[in-house]
Structures are given as structure tokens and as C-alpha cells.
């Protein structure tokens, strides 16, 4: 079921060039010449890889280059399509144009002639075998050790189509219908996205950190008229009420002229009902009491594969988030691929991301790609460090974790832990004795995702978590993509450098080019761009295509604009250097500044506002705020916590600006836009910037400004 690349012919070998490996050194840094420096990939660990060597990858991913077609259909024969279609080698397969304007303007196809369902790929497909029915699809961790429960394919299936029916014939949705999910990680949130798409309805999955606001923004713009949430849930000690979040959204929605119709409500994890006072709008259902009288047998319904699968609305440099809109079959191929290579996932493996499926990678790596590969996998509620930094790692040892995946803030936070208490046999504890009390004999591969892993992080979790024998890959994509990119596969022997996202998976083409939007060639530092399309390609920016054509085709045309820099090293490999736009990465969570700030600015007191990243030795970035006050007001402790209030009401609290410095003004040129760059460096520096860093300063209208921004830092 899994051999999706089996039947492929394989063509030239490409050779490669030689690297350096350094395993002695254990204290670079950043500044030092990282690509010098190499930790080959442990064979140890990987019994037998999908891609065993380099020149198997070369060869595929040069196959996946010159002829797609035929790349991508031997890849689909491996899944199920309406009156599943033999070889007909002038189908078409992946067709695109990334020329925005002119006709037929920027779009793109995958298998277009074929009708597919996802859902049915995901578990139908699975339960047909008796055996494999009664597998595990989902060891379900909640917040408090002790408390599990566990989902088979069969009963996901009995839910699935259960909430299916639901959907369908109590609620009146209809295929192309935007279904809003806001609910934790539980597993009704997969089931929820699973019975969407069986019946061809789009889920819009809203993180559970984000505020009523926000997820009303988010209903507004999908006019969703059902939305599905879980009464609450508890984050390490404390409770988030989330049904009373979405009450006061769909509330805000109503006024502004959009009526939700139904709100359905699941039960807090760990409770045997939900509270009847939580049911208190008149659109509330029960969860419970709906699936139960529904009809247990719901048909899947065959779309196109240019069907939407789902909209994720996401930050953007400017103005609202956009909805991000990727279709069935090209994102059902595109995911499950990834999650077999760069995983190395084979049958009875255990998988685990911690990632919530709020975000793009529990999209891909939660719901679709591991159920598309019949995976079993941990469904994990809770935070990596509660009720103690070992969690994670006791999650690995309870159900023997194959492949972890996690972000590198994480990896950060567990690394930076505060020792166990000394012991008798143990006096001299470290954070690393957290990780090291725990079994990870069964760890192969240790994922990573969401933002630049520094060299320090990666080190520690190949060489603490992984004991050196596993394959750490550092995997780069974005909620654009649909599934990984830029990343190093599992084949043994392979150097890999830490921190490093290596290489193109099949079928992407990356290029760097300069900002005339000309193509580097060799050792480059410059945008990062991807030429052609792959399967999961975006389609499009929900109800406004021309916003799509405008964010990622317009400033190079011909090219996908990722808005991340990268080199590529002398060996090839490209290195991410961060956002080059206005969005910054906090804890793997991306946020654009433009929403801060226009969030800041709703506040009474607020004049002006501009937030800028600065890095942190956790979060990678923190978010640094420089407020200017309406005349008259005084700045104090106050209005700082009320300003930040306003954050944590308008988007949510995970984008409350860390630091606010009251400025009296803004750095700005003559035509009114802020110099970004001089408060960057003010706010990583301070007191001790450098006039000389600033560059170029003669365009400010003021150039006291700087002195006053200097004088006022900290304060
Ligand atoms: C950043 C998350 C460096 C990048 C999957 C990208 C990374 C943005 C990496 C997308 C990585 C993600 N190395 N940077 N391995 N992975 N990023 O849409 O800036 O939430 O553009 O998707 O995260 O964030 P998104």
C-alpha cells in the first residue's frame, strides 16, 4: 500500500559532491561557516529507506523534473479515483501558467479529468481490510497524563460518516458549503474535516488560540453557516472556553449582517456530556446527541479533483489573512507523498506531530497525509513541556514513536528546561536528563517545522533526542505549498548540515533570483522562488484570485514568490535566511505585522503603531511594538496591559506584542512610509546601536527621531 514510487524506472545517476563531516563540533554557531560542516544520516535507524541512497534520489527527483506527467501518474495509479482510470498517457496531468494578467492568468490543475475523494482515500480504502480496520488510526493524548482513548480506522470511519450525515441532512450543508471547525486537537477536529470532504463541503479550520474577533473575521469572509466547537479545553493548567469565544463571534457576525445557522458543540475532552448551560444559543446541536440519531452509512460523494478541499486562512504582509485555497486531488497526492519520504513511514510505524491541525502542517501531517498512508499515529492535546518537560518524550516511550515532528521553538523550550530535581543517584541534573529517562529506542526520524532551526537546536536534537541514530530533517514549506519543499530525506549516509533545508523534493524546482527578479546561479544569496508547479500548488486566495495573482506572482512573474530569502551553498543547498516581507515567525506561528499593528491602533489611546521582530533565544522571533500616544495621554503600566489587551481581543493572545515602547514618533520618509529597518535594529540593539547600522538615513523627515526612539528604548 505504500509503494507508491515501486514501479518508477529508474534513469541517470547523478553524482555528488563531498562533504566535510565535523561531529566534533559541538559549539557552532550561526556566524560560523556552517556549510562546512556535515552529520551523515545514521543507517542504523532505517531498516530498509523508500530512497536508499543519493543517487535513487537524484534520479527520481530528475524524472520528477523533466517529465511530471509521468511521474505524477504512476504516483496517482496508487490511489483510488472514480472508476479508478487505467494509463491513458495523454491525460492531462499538471497543468499551470504562473503569468498573472494576461490570459489565462495565473492557475493551475492537477488530473483534472478525474474525479476523487479524499476522504474516501484516507479511510475507506483501509477499512475494506478486516484486518486493517481494526488498527490504530488514533492513540488520543489528552492535556492530563492518564487520560487516552483510542480511535481505529473502523470506528473513525463509523464517525466520519456519522457527522457526514450530519452535515448533510440535519444541517442542510452542500457541496462548495465552507464549514468553519474551531476546536482543539481532539479527535472530532479530523473526523470534522474528514466528513467535509466526504460530502464535498470545504472545511476552514480556525486555530483554537485565535479571538472571537479573529474567528469572526474568518466566518465573514467564508460566509460559513455552520460552525463546529468544542465547549473547552484545558492548555497545560489553564482553561480555554472556546464555545463562549465562538458564541461572541458568531454574535459579532450577526451584526455584521451574516447569521450562522447551526453551531455544533462537542463535549470537553475528558467529560462525559456537554454542560447544559454551554447550550445556550438558539443554533446549538450536541455532537452526541446529533450523531446519534443519524443514518451510520453516508455514501462519499466523487468530486473533481480540482474540487476545494479547504480554505486555511493565513497571515499576509498586508491587509487581512487570506484564504488559502488547495483542491482535492493534487493536495491528496502531493501530502501523502511527502509524509512517506521525508518520513520514511512504513506500515505499523507510529507517527507524531505536535502540531495542530489549526495550522497548515496538522493539515498535511495529522489528518491527510498519515491517514492516506494508513498510518497510525499520536493525536496529542496537550503543550510539550506540561505537566513536565519529559512529556513529549514520554509520549514517545509510551506508544514507541517512530517519527516525531515538532517545531523549533519547541525544541528550544525543552532544550532551555529547568533540570529535574537532583537525585541521590543524580546530583547533578541537566535539562537533557528529561529527555534521557525516557526510552526513544524506537525514534528513526526527528522532524522539524515552521521556522529557520538554529545549528544549536538542531545539534541538540540529533544528538540528545536522537542519540545520534536518527535522521533529523529539517523540513521547509509553507501553508502555500500544501506539503514540504525544501528537505533532506532520510537516506542513510547522507550529510546532512544542521540547520540546513537541504534539497527540493520531487517535483519542486526552487531558484534564487536577485530583486530584479533575474536568476542566480551557483552560490547565491537572494528571494527564494519555485518555478513550476507541483501538485499542491495554492489555487488560489479564497472569493479573490486577483490577491493571489498580486502576492505571489506579480513581483516575479513566471515564478511562485515564496517571501523567504535562502542561500545555496556551494554544494547546492539552500539555507533559509527568514521572511523578506512583513510577516514574522513567533513560536513556528506566523503573523503579520500589518494585523498587529492595525489591531494597536483600534485602541482609543493608540496614535500610531509599527511592530517588529526581533530575535529570541526561544520564540526565534518576539514581537517589539513601538506606540505612539493620542496627545494628551500618559503612558503607564496600564495602558500597556490594556494595548496588549486589545491584541489578545482582536487576533488572539499567542500575537500580544512582547515589548510595547511608547514612541513619540515614527521613523519616516518623506512620502510617509516607516523605515522598518531603523526600528529593527533599535529594537535588537538599543542603546548600543550603531549610528552606522542604520544605512542610509537622509530620507527621514526627522532625523531627531532616531535620538527620541534611542532615549525612550526600555522605558
Ligand atoms: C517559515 C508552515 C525555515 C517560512 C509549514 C515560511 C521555515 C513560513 C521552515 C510558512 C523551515 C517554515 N525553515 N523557515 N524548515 N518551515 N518556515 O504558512 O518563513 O505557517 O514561509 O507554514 O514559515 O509558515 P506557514
Redesign the pocket.
Known amino acids: 500500500m505504500l509503494a507508491f514510487l515501486s514501479s518508477l524506472p529508474l534513469s541517470s545517476k547523478l553524482s555528488h559532491s563531498a562533504f566535510t563531516p565535523c561531529s566534533s563540533n559541538r559549539s557552532m554557531t550561526s556566524a560560523k561557516p556552517r556549510s562546512a560542516c556535515t552529520h551523515p544520516v545514521p543507517a542504523v535507524a532505517l531498516a530498509s529507506p523508500y530512497v536508499p541512497d543519493l543517487d535513487t534520489y537524484t534520479t527520481l527527483y530528475e524524472r520528477s523534473i523533466t517529465d511530471p506527467d509521468s511521474f505524477w501518474r504512476d504516483i496517482a495509479k496508487s490511489f483510488v479515483w472514480k472508476d479508478n482510470p487505467g494509463n491513458e498517457s495523454n491525460e492531462p496531468v499538471l497543468n499551470y501558467s504562473f503569468t498573472p494578467g494576461s490570459a489565462p492568468g495565473v492557475n493551475v490543475s492537477f488530473l483534472p479529468n478525474r474525479k476523487t475523494n479524499i476522504c474516501y482515500n484516507a479511510i475507506d480504502r483501509w477499512v475494506e481490510d478486516p484486518v486493517k480496520a481494526d488498527a490504530v488510526a488514533f492513540y488520543c493524548e489528552g492535556n492530563d497524563p492518564g487520560r487516552t482513548r483510542v480511535v481505529t480506522f473502523h470506528e473513525l470511519h463509523d464517525m466520519v460518516q456519522r457527522f457526514a450525515n450530519v452535515l448533510k441532512n440535519q444541517l442542510n450543508v452542500k457541496k462548495g458549503d465552507v464549514v468553519v471547525l474551531y476546536m482543539p486537537m481532539v479527535p472530532e477536529l479530523p473526523v470534522a474535516m474528514l466528513a467535509c470532504a466526504r460530502i464535498g463541503a470545504i472545511h476552514s479550520v480556525v486555530f483554537g488560540g485565535y479571538s472571537a474577533e479573529a474567528l469572526a473575521g474568518r466566518i465573514l469572509d467564508s460566509k460559513a453557516a455552520v460552525v463546529v466547537v468544542t465547549e473547552s479545553v484545558a492548555r497545560a493548567s489553564k482553561t480555554v472556553k472556546l464555545k463562549e469565544i465562538s458564541d461572541h463571534a458568531i454574535r459579532i457576525a450577526a451584526k455584521s449582517g451574516h447569521d450562522v445557522t447551526y453551531q455544533i458543540v462537542t463535549k470537553t475532552p475528558g467529560k462525559l456530556k456537554v454542560s447544559p448551560s454551554a447550550i445556550e444559543i438558539p443554533q446549538d446541536i450536541e455532537w452526541d446527541v446529533a450523531l446519534a440519531s443519524a443514518d451510520p452509512v453516508c455514501p462519499v460523494e466523487w468530486v473533481d479533483s480540482e474540487h476545494p478541499l479547504f480554505v486555511l486562512y ?1 497571515s499576509g504582509s498586508t491587509g487581512k489573512p487570506k484564504g488559502v485555497v488547495h483542491a482535492t486531488g493534487g493536495y491528496m497526492v502531493y501530502a501523502a507523498t511527502t509524509f512517506k519520504y521525508v518520513f520514511d513511514y512504513h506500515e505499523n510505524d507510529v507517527f507524531f506531530s505536535t502540531s495542530d491541525c489549526g ?3 496538522g493539515h498535511s501531517y495529522v489528518t491527510y497525509g498519515p491517514l492516506l498512508n494508513g498510518a497510525t499515529q499520536v493525536l496529542y492535546e496537550g503543550v510539550p513541556n506540561y505537566p513536565t518537560p519529559a512529556r513529549l518524550w514520554e509520549i514517545v516511550e509510551k506508544y514507541k514513536v517512530a517519527q516525531l515532528y515538532t517545531a ?1 521553538t519547541v525544541i528550544r523550550a525543552l532544550k532551555g528546561a529547568k533540570a529535574p530535581p537532583p537525585t541521590e543517584t543524580n546530583p547533578n541534573p541537566s535539562s537533557a536528563d528529561w529527555v534521557n529517562k525516557c526510552d526513544r529506542s524506537s525514534l528513526r526520524v526527528l522532524g ?6 538554529n545549528p544549536e537546536a538542531w545539534l541538540w536534537y540529533y544528538d540528545v533526542v536522537g542519540e545520534q541514530k536518527c535522521a533529523v530533517v ?8 500544501g506539503g514540504h519543499c ?2 533532506p530525506l532520510p537516506i542513510p549516509g547522507l550529510p546532512i548540515k544542521p540547520g540546513c ?1 537541504m534539497m527540493p523534493f520531487f517535483g519542486i524546482e526552487p531558484a534564487l533570483v536577485n530583486g530584479e527578479g533575474q536568476e542566480l546561479k551557483g552560490p547565491a544569496e537572494g528571494f527564494l522562488v519555485i518555478k513550476n508547479a507541483w501538485p499542491s500548488t495554492l489555487r488560489t486566495v479564497y472569493r479573490n484570485h486577483k490577491r493571489m495573482e498580486e502576492t505571489y506572482f506579480e513581483r516575479f512573474p513566471g515564478f511562485y514568490m ?3 530569502g535562502a542561500r545555496r551553498d556551494a554544494d547546492g543547498h539552500y539555507w ?1 535566511t ?2 523578506v516581507d512583513d ?1 514574522l ?1 513567533v513560536s ?3 503573523i503579520g505585522t500589518a494585523e498587529v499593528e492595525s489591531a494597536l491602533v483600534l485602541h482609543d489611546a493608540v496614535a500610531e503603531a509599527a511592530v517588529v521582530g526581533v530575535p529570541h533565544d526561544v520564540k526565534g522571533e518576539a514581537l517589539y511594538a513601538y506606540v505612539s500616544l493620542m496627545s494628551g495621554v500618559e503612558p503607564t503600566e496600564e495602558l500597556r496591559k490594556s494595548i496588549r489587551a486589545c491584541v489578545r481581543t482582536e487576533i488572539g493572545p499567542f500575537a500580544s506584542p512582547d515589548t510595547i515602547q511608547w514612541a513619540g514618533a515614527l521613523p519616516k520618509t518623506r512620502s510617509g512610509k516607516i523605515m522598518r529597518r531603523i526600528l529593527r535594529k533599535i529594537a535588537k540593539n538599543g542603546p548600543k546601536t550603531q549610528r552606522d547600522d542604520l544605512g542610509d538615513t537622509s530620507t527621514l523627515t526627522d532625523p531627531g527621531v532616531i535620538d527620541m526612539l534611542l532615549s525612550t528604548y526600555g522605558k
Open positions: 493565513t495550522w497548515i502542517t523549533p522539524s517545522v515552521g521556522e529557520p532551526i529539517d523540513t521547509w514549506w509553507q501553508t502555500e505549498t525544501l528537505t533545508a515564496t517571501g523567504d533559509l527568514g521572511r510577516i515567525n513556528g506561528h506566523r
